[in-house]
Each structure stands twice: as C-alpha cells, then as structure tokens.
C-alpha cells in the first residue's frame, strides 16, 4: 500500500472517529460529509511526510559524520604525514557533507514555503 493510500485510509479513519465523538455512533444531525473532514485530516498528514524525510536524511548524515569522525586504528597509521593526510581527508568529507545537508534542508524548506 502506497503512502498516499495508508495517508487517505488513516484520514478515513480519524475523520470518522472525530466525527462518532461528537455526534454519537450514528451521526445524527451530522452537517458535514466524512470525506470533507478526512481530507482536512489527509491534508495534515501529508505535511508531515517531509518531516519523516528529513528525520531519516538526519539520521544517514550523523552515522556518516560518527564515521568520519572516529579515529582511525593505531596500526594502520604509522608515518604522521599519512596522518595528516587522512585527517585532512576525512574534514573535506565532513565539509562536503555539511554544505550537501545543508542545501538539501534549504530545498525541504523552500518546497514547504517555510522560507
């Protein structure tokens, strides 16, 4: 099942259990349709899907920095300048990666009218 297809069912189904809160089980005197208020609900939900995005774009970016960051084993290394070299290395990868990050949360941003 789609996104969109579990976003309009569940939707379905917050709008009805709204809507049973407030006019009882048969919906009596109800003014409205189900599917006006599931749309609203479905609309909300969506908004969020984003969030979840940039959530799991969030998590990727902090095993790629714990990566970059750790300490590279001791007998791997044993000239200094091989040191330096790999440590200068591993901070034009974190640079990269920041300003990627960067530019993509910038997108999610402008994408939500949030600029």
Known sequence: MSDNAQSGES?????EEILRKIYGDDLKGCPVSLDSIAAII???INQRAPTNELLALYEKVMEAMQLLS??????K?????ELQLLLSERLDSIHALITKTMTTAGLFKMQNGKE
């Open 77 to 81: 290394i044993a000239d200094p300048k």
């Open 11 to 15: 939707a379905s189904l917050l709008a």
């Open 70 to 75: 750790a300490p590279p084993p001791a007998e």
């Open 42 to 44: 479905g609309r909300g």
